[in-house]
């Protein structure tokens, strides 16, 4: 199985720029495809995709969230963090499944 | 608008059977693959069981393989996942979603539905 790595928390200021990595344990790139995706899930609410293919944004989501990488290293950031993105963050891979795996999450906090 | 409502979960004892459903609508629910994740208390997600857009192909997570079955029935757009020989580890919050090519990502959730596994 992939096992994906997410550092537990990451404590950010509203307005400046929050970054979240995501490490894959071996490649989730198919040429040029990168099968990696991001949700976000507030307390008490199911998760909602953010990014899809690790840098399109999903519909609806707001320009000051994008995405990167390729490989096994991967990007979500969020610039301007605002108020209303404290939340936990999931990536979660497609390239080799069954299993789809996710990370552990990322909770992001107000500093 | 894209909605998916779970239903059927609860409290339940160890041994014993539960089946969920999550009816679907605002779209055309047999053109898409399916999928049940689960999150236990406090913690991350967990992909359980994936079904085909005319459920010809499931796959399952090594824990539960042989115990869940998910199913649809595309008439009534709706999703299937029967829970036997439950166990505490099951415990969690179930949620339905909606599989983009089946085997990519999931890119609309369920409100999702409890499930207890106690004696």
């Known amino acids: 199985d992939i096992v994906l790595t997410q550092s537990p928390a990451l404590a950010v200021s509203l307005g400046q720029r929050a970054t979240i990595s995501c490490r894959a344990s071996?490649?989730?790139?198919?040429?040029?495809?990168?099968?990696m995706h991001w949700y976000q899930q507030k307390p008490g609410q199911q998760p909602k995709l953010l990014i899809y293919?690790?840098?399109n944004l999903a519909s609806g989501i707001p320009a000051r969230f994008s995405g990167s990488g390729s490989g096994t290293d991967f990007t979500l950031t969020i610039n301007p963090v605002q108020a209303d993105d404290i939340a936990t963050y999931y990536c979660?891979?497609?390239?080799?499944?069954?299993?789809?795996?996710f990370g552990g999450g990322t909770k992001l906090e107000l500093k | 608008e894209v909605q998916l409502v779970e239903s059927g979960g609860g409290l339940v004892q160890p041994g014993r059977s539960m089946k969920l459903s999550c009816a679907a609508s605002?779209?055309?629910?047999?053109?898409?693959?399916m999928a049940w994740v689960r999150q236990a208390p406090t913690k991350g997600l967990e992909w359980v069981a994936t079904?085909?857009?005319?459920?010809?192909?499931?796959y399952y997570r090594d824990s539960v393989k042989g115990r869940f079955t998910i199913s649809r029935d595309n008439a009534k757009s709706t999703l299937y996942l029967q829970m036997n020989s439950l166990r505490s580890e099951d415990t969690a919050t179930y949620y339905c979603?909606?599989?983009?090519?089946?085997?990519?990502?999931?890119?609309?959730w369920g409100q999702g539905v409890m499930v207890t596994v106690s004696s």
């Open positions: 979603t909606r599989g983009v090519y089946t085997t990519d990502y999931f890119d609309y």
């Open positions: 605002g779209f055309t629910f047999s053109n898409y693959g």
């Open positions: 079904i085909s857009y005319d459920g010809s192909s499931t």
């Open positions: 071996q490649s989730v790139s198919i040429s040029r495809y990168n099968l």
């Open positions: 293919r690790a840098s």
């Open positions: 979660q891979q497609s390239r080799e499944s069954p299993p789809w795996t």
